[in-house]
């Protein structure tokens, strides 16, 4: 597939601005995906100007941008996917997010899909897990949303993978979470989330918010987002 970049530079929009990450996921993925080895990973830049807003929890206009890079994140993730078994490869989209029509009883009680698009980021060398459990894009902080498309196909993947947090002494996002979600530790990778975050306090703040900003019951805050001060003044890491 010696025409990927390209193809890459054809499917991203020109107008916005996207993270591209390869990573080498063997031996980290359940069995569903075996086979499914390498990962091109997409960071999709939130609006500046949206997520600068949210001061007293979500707004409807987040609740309509979240809703729309969903939508744009996916479809871009599957026309790479259709690019690559073009090419005669295998390939697996991974989706932004879950469908209501697949929320099952084991999802409510766990808060737990079975890929991670924060683990492949990180693999992928573009950054690391925030005290708030937000991936941190070393170029973008944590206004990117993610998703993944997985191939068989042997990419040149990073080498530098980020095994630890670069947050520091910073807690600008554990004081300002309105569900109290975060105790303050730092990421490694051999941290389970539920050490360092409540993602049941996070979801439950998170519905009660939306439903009294705009009148509708989602799962979606963003504070933690806004506060965080890591932007394009930090270096991005080379792979
Ligand atoms: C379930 C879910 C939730 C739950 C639980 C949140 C949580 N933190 O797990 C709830 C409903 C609370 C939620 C809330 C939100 N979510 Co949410 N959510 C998901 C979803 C669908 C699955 C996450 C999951 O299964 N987690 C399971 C745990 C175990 O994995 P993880 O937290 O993803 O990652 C851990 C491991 O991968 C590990 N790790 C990282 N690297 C490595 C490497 C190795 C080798 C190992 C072993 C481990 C490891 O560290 C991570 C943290 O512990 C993902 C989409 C997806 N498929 O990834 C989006 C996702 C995580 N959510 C996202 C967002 C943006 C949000 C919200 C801001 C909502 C909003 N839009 O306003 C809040 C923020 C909550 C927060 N601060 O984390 C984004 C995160 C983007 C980013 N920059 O981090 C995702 C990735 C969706 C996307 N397409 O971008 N979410």
Redesign the pocket.
Known sequence: MNNLNNALNNILPANTRYLVGYANLQG?LSDKYRGFDYAIVLGRKLDDTIIDAIIDG?TLDYYNH?NEVNIELSQIAHRLSEYIQQQGNKSWT?E???RDENIDKIFIKT???D?????AA??AGLGW?GK????ISAEYG?R????TVLTDYPLPVCTQQIDKSQCGTCDLCVRHCPAKAANGML?N?NV??NDF?D?FA??KK?RELSLNNFNKES????K??AVCPIDKKRKPVKC
Do not use: E, N, Q
């Not at 990117?144 to 998703?147: E, I, N």
């Not at 799962?219 to 963003?222: F, L, N």
């Open positions: 980290l979500p979240y991974i932004p997010t879950i808060l737990r899909l890929f991670s698009h924060k683990m990180t693999r897990i708030t459990a937000l991936f944590p990117v949303r993610l998703a990421w990778i389970d989330r975050f993602p996070c979801r998170a799962s979606i805050c963003g933690c987002i």
